[in-house]
């Protein structure tokens, strides 16, 4: 069967492959919050007005599987911030947990979005955290002592590789 025949089934999860016959991911989803939901979660968004720093700190630690901690994420944020260069970090952030969940850049552009509604932004990030079985206010580590316990594994996020080559 040639890719160009037009008899090519769609591979579960995916498009019709392209014209050179290697499939197309699907397109990207809807967030589980619009981006001004923030009093969904009232307590999040009292500490994001008050000190954003914590809300992106947590973020940023679940999104980076730990690697970065949310002390040092929100540091770096918080001496950003006072120079007006905070969006230019955190929109990265955005862009890492849109393409772990495959989320649609809505409403616009990722550095837009946080340069005009930064604590907005940062709110719906932490919503969709919540929302796909993550807590951020726990840190990573336990969020993945509580997989372990619950023998679920991590099925919402994609498999860790070790850095570095071996034999």
């Known amino acids: ?36 939901g923030c009093f969904e979660d009232s307590s999040n968004c009292c500490v994001t007005c008050c000190c ?4 992106f700190g947590r973020n940023a630690e679940i999104i980076d599987r730990g690697t970065t901690s949310c002390a040092h994420a929100g540091i770096i944020y918080y001496c950003l911030a006072h120079i007006g260069f905070a969006a230019c970090y955190t ?3 955005r862009t890492k947990l ?21 604590p907005c932004a940062v709110c719906q ?3 969709e955290l919540k929302n796909r079985g993550f807590d951020p206010s726990h840190g990573w580590i ?5 997989w372990n316990r619950m023998g679920a594994g991590m099925t919402n996020m994609p498999p860790t590789f070790d850095a570095g080559m071996s034999r």
Request: aromatic share 8%; charged share 15%.
């Open 1 to 36: 069967m040639n890719p160009g025949d037009g008899n090519v089934k769609p591979v579960a999860g995916m498009q019709q492959p392209s014209s050179y016959g290697a499939p197309v991911p699907a397109a990207p989803g809807p967030w589980s919050t619009g981006l001004c």
């Open 52 to 55: 954003p720093c914590i809300t």
């Open 91 to 93: 929109c990265t952030y």
């Open 98 to 118: 849109r393409a772990v969940f495959n989320l649609s850049e809505d409403p616009c552009n990722d550095c837009l979005v946080h340069y005009c509604c930064l």
């Open 125 to 127: 990030e932490y919503r």
């Open 142 to 146: 336990a969020n993945a002592e509580k």
